[in-house]
């Protein structure tokens, strides 16, 4: 039974904190955090669990073989890189470095080390998202179009990164992961309206070799909360809405055939077909859970990771591109 240590115990951490203590099959052996009142916390729910302060405490501690990290972005190379140093596994929280540069630094450490390295994007787990990705992939839907999504509330503001880099990556690791085709160019405009602060509008668009095409939308001043995301293709169209309780993912059978007239090859005739809406069930099980079960056969090696820190890296460049294009007016990057 793999001992896994957790460092953040904030926002995120918790939810780490009380799937792995679920699992029968991992051993939670020590919680860090800078707060003494967090760590109160952890004392008062687990009783058996250890803390500390000090990252490095769990890195020296021969009965963790694994850290999952969840603090704030600019923390997450040196504590994932300290891990890997240790001979730890490690799950960080997305996205899971500053830049590329350092995402592959991590990645080239974990596989010298043979470690298994992997980026928490949550949403991959999510029987939502993993049916939206079986039903791309049937013959059925037809042939992939396009990505929009919306994700958009009244804060929480960051001082660290900007909107994209925390609402856009959740989009982006969906994206990743359904769509299986990984953007060639970024085009991306946003502005900050609080003087001194990131970016806390944002709009990007990515291309693809082929001619699907995404687009997100995030931020942190919108008057409502809207979490909803539109895929489309030649024959089925999906309406996936993170915040209904049930029937999250909505498949509509709609969508246009074109044909062309006999007399003049220049006329295209568009007709438009309106066929039934179903909800299929997705799985309810919460996604974290799957997460770290996932991470422990991950590192017993009966599983391929599902997030690597590649995946991580491609969703980082993204972020980076989008950063450039922003400071450009919206002018396409490559990647």
Not at 103 to 122: C, F, G, M, N, P
Not at 281 to 298: D, I, N, P, W
């Amino acid at each position: 039974m793999p001992g896994i240590g957790v460092i953040g115990y904030g926002y995120w951490g918790p939810n780490l904190v009380r799937n792995f203590m679920s699992d029968t099959d991992w051993r939670v052996v020590s919680v860090c955090d800078r707060s003494e009142g967090r760590l109160a916390e952890v004392h008062r729910l687990y009783p058996a669990v250890t803390t500390t302060t000090k990252p490095e405490d769990l890195f020296r501690n021969p009965a963790i073989d694994a850290v999952a990290i969840a603090t704030p972005v600019a923390t997450h190379f040196d504590l994932a890189m300290g891990a890997l140093k240790a001979g730890k596994h490690v799950l960080v929280e997305k996205p899971i470095a500053s830049t590329s540069a350092q995402a592959t630094q991590l990645i080239e450490e974990a596989a010298r080390r043979k470690l298994v390295l992997v980026v928490d994007h949550t949403f991959v787990f999510t029987g939502a998202v993993r049916k939206i990705r079986d039903v791309i992939r049937e013959e059925s839907f037809g042939r992939l179009q396009y990505y929009d999504s919306t994700r958009v509330n009244l804060g929480l503001f960051q001082h660290d990164v900007n909107v994209m880099w925390d609402l856009a990556v959740h989009d982006l690791s969906i994206m990743d992961f359904v769509v299986g085709e990984t953007p060639v160019a970024v085009s991306a405009t946003g502005l900050s309206h609080v003087p001194g602060q990131p970016a806390n509008v944002a709009f990007m668009t990515l291309f693809f070799d082929s001619d699907i095409i995404a687009h997100i939308n995030v931020n942190w001043l919108s008057p409502v909360k809207i979490r909803r995301t539109l895929v489309g293709g030649s024959k089925r169209m999906i309406v996936y809405d993170d915040l209904e309780t049930s029937e999250k993912v909505k498949i509509y059978d709609k969508g246009i055939t074109v044909t062309e007239t006999p007399d003049d090859l220049r006329k295209l005739l568009i007709s438009y077909r309106t066929g039934d809406l179903w909800s299929p069930k997705v799985s309810e099980t919460e996604a974290l859970r799957l997460e770290v079960a996932h991470f422990r056969e991950c590192i017993e090696g009966r599983e391929k990771p599902v997030t690597p820190g590649e995946r991580g890296l491609a969703i980082v460049k993204m972020l980076e591109a989008a950063d450039r294009s922003m400071q450009k007016r919206g002018e396409a990057i490559l990647l």
